[in-house]
């Protein structure tokens, strides 16, 4: 069975940082490309982020690039989102999403995990 | 960058009734590269239809989905209890796979 468990979320002032991760099992992860998806409360989804299966190409929303990185451990099945220099406007629910089809980049998700809140308030 | 359009922002209809939801783009959508999602309160989004018409594993074949280029629709047949929530269109041919706004298909 496919889980994706992410933690980190908590409450940080602006400016501050903090690093999501992402725990996946009962698939081949090395295989898959991830990505990161957002929900502001009582929002809509914004995709953030993704990582290629090999961590060798990754993208960014224009609205988080330069202040997020993307990176992957592929020894322990872990995908992570560092995320510095938060405005209140990055307060949010962090997905963290596997795409269907593998050794592909092409966003289409079969499997999310349950979010991780991000606060980001004084 | 393509948008996507969706309408009706909210829907109210009553079980047993037929839905029909829109998803407009900015642009065409390659090769049918369009998904849709449904949320329920409190939980992760789930995969519905992807390329525009293929169901995806264990979903009901109430759910369907058609169009092509720049207009594409959901159509759940009858509705149950169970298929009131929010309803996002996803195009995943190019980045970044941008989603819509969402319609929230509601009880009447």
């Known amino acids: 069975e496919v889980q994706l468990v992410e933690s980190g979320g908590v409450v940080v002032q602006p400016g501050g940082s903090l690093r999501l991760s992402c725990a996946a099992s009962?698939?081949?992860?090395?295989?898959?490309?991830m990505h990161w998806v957002r929900q502001a409360p009582g929002k809509g989804l914004e995709w953030v982020s993704l990582i290629s299966w090999d961590g060798g190409s990754t993208y960014y929303a224009d609205s988080v690039k330069g202040r997020f990185t993307i990176s992957r451990d592929n020894s322990k099945n872990s995908l992570y989102l560092q995320m510095n220099s938060l405005r209140t406007e990055d307060t949010a629910l962090y997905y963290c999403a596997k795409v269907a089809v593998e050794m592909a980049t092409m966003p289409l998700f079969d499997y999310w995990g349950q979010g991780t809140l991000v606060t980001v308030s004084s | 960058e393509i948008v996507l359009t969706q309408s009706p922002g909210t829907l109210s209809l009553s079980p047993g009734e037929r839905a029909t939801l829109s998803c407009r783009a900015s642009?065409?959508?390659?090769?049918?590269?369009l998904a849709w999602y449904q949320q329920k309160p409190g939980q992760a989004p789930r995969l519905l239809i992807y390329g525009a018409s293929s169901r995806a594993t264990g979903i009901p074949d109430r759910f369907s989905g058609s169009g092509s280029g720049t207009d594409f629709t959901l159509t759940i047949s009858r509705l149950e209890p169970e298929d009131f929530a929010v309803y996002y269109c996803q195009q995943y041919g190019s980045s970044p796979g941008a989603f819509g706004q969402g319609t929230k298909l509601e009880i009447k």
């Open positions: 009962g698939f081949t992860f090395d295989d898959y490309t």
């Open positions: 642009q065409s959508v390659s090769s049918s590269y």
